[in-house]
T-cell receptor, first 111, second 112 residues
Framework: QKEVEQDPGPLSVPEGAIVSLNCTYSNSAFQYFMWYRQYSRKGPELLMYTYSSGNKEDGRFTAQVDKSSKYISLFIRDSQPSDSATYLCAMRGTGANNLFFGTGTRLTVIP | DADVTQTPRNRITKTGKRIMLECSQTKGHDRMYWYRQDPGLGLRLIYYSFDVKDINKGEISDGYSVSRQAQAKFSLSLESAIPNQTALYFC???????????FGQGTRLTVV
């Protein structure tokens, strides 16, 4: 079983839709949960990160972590064509050194 | 200028050739990483370095070697390239107490 599982999509939605992206994981030691956004032909950029369980909001983006279910989500409200990218979840433990990435979900927002 | 710079951006090489990918950073971070990205497999860690004297193997180090020439420079070598090393390669940096990683723009390597 992979450490981190992510539905690769692709996911296609109309502009203005609410998007839900999800990852599951198996390692209960993970404490930091991150979402990276990767545009075509670019490197991943950190979008948001959360420590332990709970929610975090940043503009149109909300990250949720449910450690009891080992499940994390990223919600995008009022999606825009500029949100079209691949979204990767990533996780690591405290004091640990390495990030474990999901495979990424490719999102297209249609105008 | 980008904080994490990779060269070259694209490279086509023949099977059996030795090739080096270079990474330099201006962020002043101690930790540097090399990842490869393949469709359906996501980002996988090849090697990482916590300082100039510290080099560690990652998940898929076979067929690769690295050199940390300075705090700001971390290079990845393929001693004898093979076609299944065709992939997108990323260098990244981070600081010890932060979960954030900063990535370069990537090097697209094709081995024919």
């Amino acid at each position: 079983q992979k450490e981190v599982e992510q539905d690769p999509g692709p996911l296609s939605v109309p502009e203005g839709a609410i998007v839900s992206l999800n990852c599951t994981y198996s390692n209960s030691a993970f404490q930091y949960f991150m979402w990276y956004r990767q545009y075509s032909r670019k490197g991943p950029e950190l979008l948001m990160y959360t420590y332990s369980s709970g929610n975090k909001e940043d503009g149109r983006f909300t990250a949720q972590v449910d450690k009891s279910s080992k499940y994390i989500s990223l919600f995008i409200r009022d999606s825009q064509p500029s949100d079209s990218a691949t979204y990767l979840c990533a996780m690591r433990g405290t004091g640990a050194n390495n990030l474990f990435f999901g495979t990424g979900t490719r999102l297209t927002v249609i105008p | 200028d980008a904080d994490v710079t990779q060269t070259p951006r694209n490279r086509i090489t023949k099977t059996g050739k030795r090739i080096m990918l270079e990474c330099s950073q201006t962020k002043g971070h101690d930790r540097m990483y090399w990842y490869r990205q393949d469709p359906g497999l996501g980002l996988r860690l090849i090697y990482y370095s916590f300082d100039v004297k510290d080099i560690n193997k990652g998940e898929i180090s076979d067929g690769y070697s690295v050199s940390r020439q300075a705090q700001a420079k971390f290079s990845l070598s393929l001693e004898s390239a093979i076609p299944n090393q065709t992939a997108l390669y990323f260098c990244a940096t981070s600081q010890p107490e932060s979960p954030k990683a900063f990535f370069g723009q990537g090097t697209r390597l094709t081995v024919v």
